[in-house]
């Protein structure tokens, strides 16, 4: 299993943290991430300065350590405080957000069920929050429409209180989803899916979304400019079995907001490959977020003789994708001929 | 082997005419085009009123309907003619833009060398269209930068009427290429992809193009309000084996640009298809151009419950895809894990 | 989730018992299953007709029913007493497999952990079984050689053991895998996979399996001659953007291997799918069991002009897949160029 | 483009040489291809030890290259001829058997016309061939029942006879397909679909089955033991986003037959790759013919505890797939998650 999030998606994404947060209010999430992000022109950016790095963490005193983890799992500090006492100040073998991430879900994976569960009640009520947003001002009711949990009314919230309900009762614990911007539709799809869960079977989901919770509130709280991750691409034509050489690609930053735009333009080489290595490499250019390449792939069958009609079925193919580690390497590649494209994660 | 082409796309598209028109000047096509659509808020659109349909064209006099389609291969009128002596009036099996471009391609596949070698020999020479261009204001250069042909200077340019001239000589007709919005690199690519050709093989190339840039001028004659065609979708989900059911999908038209905009939301049955039918369907609402499928996966995902990362590999996924044939039915699924995914033009 | 099994492969695969099922013998399961297939040349074979169909079970005495049901979940004969109590005399909802399986199982999931936990710890251990198969005779042994956990000697026993004695130390139940055929490296590889897994998780992962062979061992007792299932083809030729229409595809059926053997030959009609409709449908066809495809790609791409090299990339293709529930309908299709395919379970 | 072929399957798949092979008998040619294979257990082999390597034969004089390569191009000597013309008594340039084709095609490509048409029209008449074979003795048609021409009879065979002269007719030379062990219903589809075709588009089409037959007979003429290709392999989990590590392989080589059997068995490691690098390498090991990977994807999946139903919709997984050129890089991956797969040529 792995663990990731994009810490700095939370500013645009605000609506999320209905689901994402409960110790935070919009208005001070919003101010403290505003400023996290110093970008230059050609793509990179560094995390908050302000913010520690994993190494530099591990190397603070276990107050500072337990003082900057204790929030991770929601109102559940033993999370930290045993995890620096089992380390035994020796943290070197911590160097990488993933580390750290795995350290502290093997502390809660090996917690009592009580524990567990204790920290599942500590969640907030998703309906409590959705009275709350009913309260704002109309303007940040707008902010947050895409989810638009607050427009609720009449059969339908009566519904979702039904089954918010329902399953509290059933369970023990409130509902909760690890889904940034989530929509009104996605909520009431996931509250029925999950409802008629056994209850160890659901227990352990929902306690796979406080782990994703936690992993991405790690990492908002550090500073992944030395990390490792990169991002490569390879392109391979279908309808005629070899490397697409010489196609145009763009690659552009969709989120965090802030720091959008289109990152750079590379031109594949005699194996399909971008020229000059990865198309993002390191952390302050492989930053979290939401990622797109243009392939000009109808321009390539066009070069290449290859039938293609008028209106070429794919012509311009926009493929968009998520980068959730800043460790690990991303390997995007498409495979396509002028009737079928497909792609995944590689390696 | 099919044929298509958006004659909506022309005045967006205007560069284009360089490698696609050698009888309309940008102005008058620009202007003629500009009328032609007119489109209801919900997406439907009549293309030109002032054009016939295929059917209605084929009820006018021999004169008028070789004057119609005099142009439709290039200075070659004897294709409209030849085509309307072996009909003997009798039009009635003709009632798609496909049957008619398959009849005239037909007259033209039968045809000897030597008239053929005329039809490619007829085609301006795109050096002189480039020379052309250079001299036209800074204004229109710039609604032409995509292409980019006179933006060529120095050696590049040089080498480009080199490749120009030596395929020229080498084949003893002008270069072809039937692709709209054709940027520098692709002309480029496809020149020096083309010219080590043998003679043979080029010439059937050539002529492939020929009877693509026909059809393209066919569908901007005609008024296809009547086509038959529809467009469906379908979305399996790989991961687990089963139709996605209730996943969102936005269908959006890209181009003509006059026409682009959000068509219309959809959620996906039982069965992952479409509830109430083809997204599309008839002349109307199906016209050629470009469109894009918006796939809310992560969300469906996420109410599986099936695991996916903080910032998902793939959440929203667009999908670009074109409808060249306004008779066709296109079936363009998905199929998707919350790590790859595949389409491709079904049926 | 869905569930199923081929009782009927249960003879030729004889070492799964091992890991499927404690109650029955080598011996008495071989007997029994040896005269459970009666098939015609064609292909169709009635399932075991001493079996009653899940409509005739359900038309029978409590007594009975619990009788039959008793042994579905491992020493749990609970389970169908309550199912038979909780529907109070009315059966009639219940018309497939899948519809009393999840009876079955909905009784099960609504049960109290304790209940769970005496069900899994009532499976036998896998460590004693592996035991008593090396006391078996050579001849015995190489039927089972396949699996291969009674070859394990030395350090890779020693670490065998070690591994399930740790799992049932922290887990405090016996390691169940619902894989028929399980090699020894599968037995090993899951083993070694799902030791560190925290508590819960491990928990519901273990239910599952017992889900599993729930399923499979119900299928063995029913017979499904009346099941409404059938397989259905599509081929695609993602080189041309068309269905693959005239190609020849052979489907044979590998296991149960006492009804093994070409079923039919087929040739794809114009829109790529078989000609007179589904290639098997119902229960006396559509038996549950290995089938495989063969694709004449190769063939239908030279008749098409399509270039393929002169010993091609894609020739005969065979497509090797599963049918698990007698009630569904499986669509497995083919997406094919000279150069890629893929396929899917499709709807 | 590029052109591959199997001379040493020439024997098993003897009715191909209908349609290949105009110049050598049946008898002959088997008696010649009995002996050109010495294999090793570990499946490494040596193709026929009097047939010099492409470095050898291009230090031979020009009478001798000329007598070696004269039979190539049918009845053609002159393309021999014009090569070693050309070439100037230097070979150095020429390395692999594809250097050697594309030199011949080269030539054959710069020729007039004339000189195509008469390469073309030396070609022998399927339907001569088709009445010698029904001449054959009864056990020798029965080794040729898979093309299954000799075996057409009334209706049918009257078809294929007018429609063999229709074809001569309409251009001028015989119809000639490249496909070893075409069938009856390949031969009839290519002919049917092609004698539509405009001339000079079925010339070009007639050309490259022509440099299809050229280079499978180059193969069968020369030593590759010094060829440079590999095969290589990756899996990739599309249902968790990870390379598949520890997943058995097993190779199987399929044809030519004297050569077929296991080859090897593999394990991926943690980058779903061949531990030990390509699974073949080298001209001896990699040799043209036919493969089959098999992949044990069920107990991957099993181990690594993702759902999969009681029979596995995909468990053992067979992928077939042709080497045609000694000295490429074959790059032959599967994407796989429980309920779908692909592969394609990669690099």
């Known amino acids: 299993m792995k663990f990731t999030a994009s810490p700095r998606a939370f500013l645009v994404l605000a609506t999320s943290f209905v689901l994402l947060s409960s110790s935070f209010s919009v208005a001070s999430l919003g101010t403290t991430m505003a400023s996290k992000q110093s970008c230059s022109p050609a793509g990179a950016c560094s995390s908050d300065a302000n913010n520690p790095s994993v190494g530099e963490l591990m190397k603070q005193s276990s107050e500072s350590i337990v003082s900057m983890l204790g929030g991770i799992y929601e109102h559940s500090v033993w999370v930290a405080e045993t995890f620096v006492q089992q380390q035994q100040g020796t943290f070197e073998d911590i160097t990488t957000v993933s580390d750290l991430a795995a350290k502290l879900k093997e502390v809660v994976d090996s917690a009592s069920?009580?524990?567990?569960?204790?920290?599942?009640?500590?969640?907030?009520?998703?309906?409590?929050?959705?009275?709350?947003?009913?309260?704002l001002t109309v303007e940040s009711q707008q902010e947050q429409s895409k989810a638009g949990l607050q427009s609720m009314e009449g059969e339908e919230l009566a519904n979702f209180k039904a089954m918010n309900a329902a399953y509290k009762e059933k369970f023990g614990f409130p509902f909760i989803l690890a889904v940034r911007n989530a929509s009104k539709?996605?909520?009431?799809?996931?509250?029925?899916?999950?409802?008629?869960?056994?209850?160890?079977?659901?227990?352990?989901?929902?306690m796979q979304q406080v782990h994703k919770i936690a992993w991405m509130r790690l990492l908002s709280k550090l500073n992944t400019d030395d990390a490792k991750g990169f991002l490569t691409c390879h392109v391979l034509d279908t309808a005629n079995g070899i490397p697409a050489a010489n196609m145009k690609i763009v690659l552009t930053r969709l989120s965090p907001e802030e720091n959008a735009g289109?990152?750079?333009?590379?031109?594949?080489?005699?194996?399909?490959?971008?020229?000059?290595?990865?198309?993002?490499?390191?952390?302050?250019?492989?930053t979290v977020g939401t990622y797109e390449w243009t392939f000009y792939a109808g321009d390539y069958f066009a070069s290449k003789g290859t039938f293609t009609s008028g209106t070429p079925f794919l012509d311009v193919i926009p493929l968009r994708f998520g980068i959730d580690n800043p460790d690990d390497h991303y390997h995007v590649p498409l495979l396509v001929s002028p009737w079928s494209f497909s792609t995944y994660r590689g390696s």
Not at 185 to 206: C, H, I, M, W, Y
Not at 262 to 286: C, H, M, Q, S, Y
Request: proline fraction near 6%; aromatic fraction near 4%.
């Open 185 to 206: 539709n996605t909520v009431l799809s996931a509250l029925k899916g999950r409802l008629p869960n056994p209850k160890d079977q659901e227990f352990v989901t929902a």
């Open 262 to 286: 289109v990152i750079g333009e590379f031109v594949t080489n005699e194996d399909g490959r971008l020229e000059g290595g990865p198309a993002l490499k390191g952390g302050k250019e492989f």
């Open 113 to 135: 069920q009580e524990q567990k569960l204790a920290l599942l009640q500590a969640h907030p009520d998703l309906c409590e929050k959705v009275e709350k947003m009913k309260e």
